[in-house]
């Protein structure tokens, strides 16, 4: 079965600090997706990650995937207030793009 | 460019009352679809997905269905609701092979069961 795990799941932090949100998988797969829930609405994509190596940045966001460590690392670089919002991670499970989801990080920047 | 809808953006349900939300794309041929619920706070639960028209897998038993009657079209339903079923409810679309291989979501129906 496959399991994806997110930590940490709750992230307070000062505005202009740098942190790195993990997402760890339990069996093979090439396609990693990163998504940002702001409170009270829908999933945005923010990263597609479809390779082992890949890396994508996106202002002070920046994903990677390392497929041979079943890890994804979505690191945020001197955060700001902007930032706060809830980060999933999601793994494709088959070629019908079937997703399976870690719960969540819940991140909140203090100014 | 694609553009998903649904509706309503929120509603509130006596138990026992039926149920039916409706997710339209545009903008594209053949999406896979989905639906998601989200209980309050916490992760994402897929309920059900659609690789073609009639064609519906479900992925949780419970006193919920779906149907897709048209190609870009994906109802959620429910003859009686529970109050467990109060939640948010996505929709989402994907497709197949293309560089832009990820799910899209809908704005969401906040559904609140009393």
């Known amino acids: 079965e496959l399991k994806v795990e997110q930590n940490p799941l709750f992230l307070s932090m000062q505005e202009g600090k740098n942190y790195t949100i993990y997402c760890n998988y339990s069996?093979?797969?090439?396609?990693l997706y990163w998504y940002r829930q702001d409170p009270g609405k829908s999933l945005e994509s923010l990263f597609v990650l479809l390779s082992n190596g890949a890396v994508k940045q996106e202002g002070r966001l920046m994903a990677s995937l390392d497929t041979k460590a079943r890890l994804s690392t979505l690191h945020i670089t001197a955060a700001v207030h902007d930032l706060s919002a809830t980060y999933f991670c999601?793994?494709?499970?088959?070629?019908?793009?079937?997703?399976?989801w870690g719960a969540g990080t819940k991140l909140i920047i203090k100014p | 460019s694609q553009t998903i809808h649904q509706w309503p953006a929120t509603l509130v349900q006596p138990v026992g009352s039926p149920l039916s939300l409706e997710c339209t794309v545009e903008?594209?041929?053949?999406?896979?679809l989905y639906w998601y619920r989200q209980a309050a706070g916490r992760g994402l639960q897929l309920l059900f997905y659609s690789v073609g028209i009639g064609q519906i897998s479900s992925e949780v038993p419970q006193n919920l269905s779906a149907s897709r009657p048209q190609d870009r079209q994906f109802i959620l339903s429910s003859k009686k609701l529970l109050l467990s079923d109060s939640g948010f409810y996505l929709c989402a679309w994907s497709v197949l092979y293309t560089n832009q291989e990820t799910q899209y979501f809908g704005p969401g129906t906040r559904l609140l069961v009393l």
């Open positions: 069996t093979t797969s090439d396609r």
């Open positions: 999601a793994v494709d499970m088959d070629s019908n793009y079937q997703l399976i």
């Open positions: 903008g594209t041929s053949n999406p896979n």
